[in-house]
T-cell receptor, first 108, second 115 residues
Framework: GQQVMQIPQYQHVQEGEDFTTYCNSS?????IQWYKQRPGGHPVFLIQLVKSGEVKKQKRLTFQFGEAKKNSSLHITATQTTDVGTYFCAARDDKIIFGKGTRLHILP | EAEVAQSPRYKITEKSQAVAFWCDPISGHATLYWYRQILGQGPELLVQFQDESVVDDSQLPKDRFSAERLKGVDSTLKIQPAELGDSAMYLC?????????????FGPGTRLLVL
């Protein structure tokens, strides 16, 4: 069945450093979504990627969808303390499956 | 800004008891999801509704879990009987399709503790 792997599980960075999380699927996806969940909060939708090779930017966040539509990445440039949280990818094939998330800690 | 409402926010119950969670989606959202999120994990889809119809309940443990959305608006998720392993956050989400993109909006969740 469809599997979604997200790495790394945890990431500690100094404030101002960059951060990247990766999402890999065992099957070709129709689309992929990214969510952010603050500690104690609920997932908040960030973006959806649909096209092969698609790149979208939101301020310091850059999202990519692989050419084969099996992988995706989220890159944050110059992290800030407000970026703390867990970032999830959600892959949609015939079902919607969330990755286990990457928990981002920012060291001041 | 409209939000997905869920109640209760917290529920403590003993194993073998019945529990029910309620979700009121954002007005006009036809698609409604119930997820279970275990601490440290991603949300796991339990059931998806399109209006009042179940689209996907393949991950729902049907021997003890049931979900309904009778009028295609609010929804109830029930567990009977609850087991220790059911302790988790239960999240409801509703979604809107626009321009080929689906945006899911999550509610605050119901945190369940089974003793």
């Amino acid at each position: 069945g469809q599997q979604v792997m997200q790495i790394p599980q945890y990431q500690h960075v100094q404030e101002g450093e960059d951060f990247t999380t990766y999402c890999n699927s065992s099957t070709t996806l129709s689309n992929i979504q990214w969510y952010k969940q603050r500690p104690g909060g609920h997932p908040v939708f960030l973006i959806q990627l649909v096209k092969s090779g698609e790149v979208k930017k939101q301020k310091r966040l850059t999202f990519q969808f692989g050419e084969a539509k099996k992988n995706s990445s989220l890159h944050i440039t110059a992290t800030q303390t407000t970026d703390v949280g867990t970032y999830f990818c959600a892959a949609r094939d015939d079902k919607i499956i969330f990755g286990k998330g990457t928990r981002l800690h920012i060291l001041p | 800004e409209a939000e997905v409402a869920q109640s209760p926010r917290y529920k403590i119950t003993e194993k073998s008891q019945a529990v029910a969670f309620w979700c009121d989606p954002i007005s006009g959202h036809a698609t409604l999801y119930w997820y279970r999120q275990i601490l440290g994990q991603g949300p796991e889809l339990l059931v998806q509704f399109q209006d009042e119809s179940v689209v996907d309940d393949s991950q729902l443990p049907k021997d003890r879990f049931s979900a309904e959305r009778l009028k295609g608006v609010d929804s109830t998720l029930k567990i009977q009987p609850a087991e220790l392993g059911d302790s988790a956050m239960y999240l409801c989400a509703s979604s809107l399709w626009s321009g080929g993109q689906e945006t899911q909006y999550f509610g605050p969740g119901t945190r369940l503790l089974v003793l």
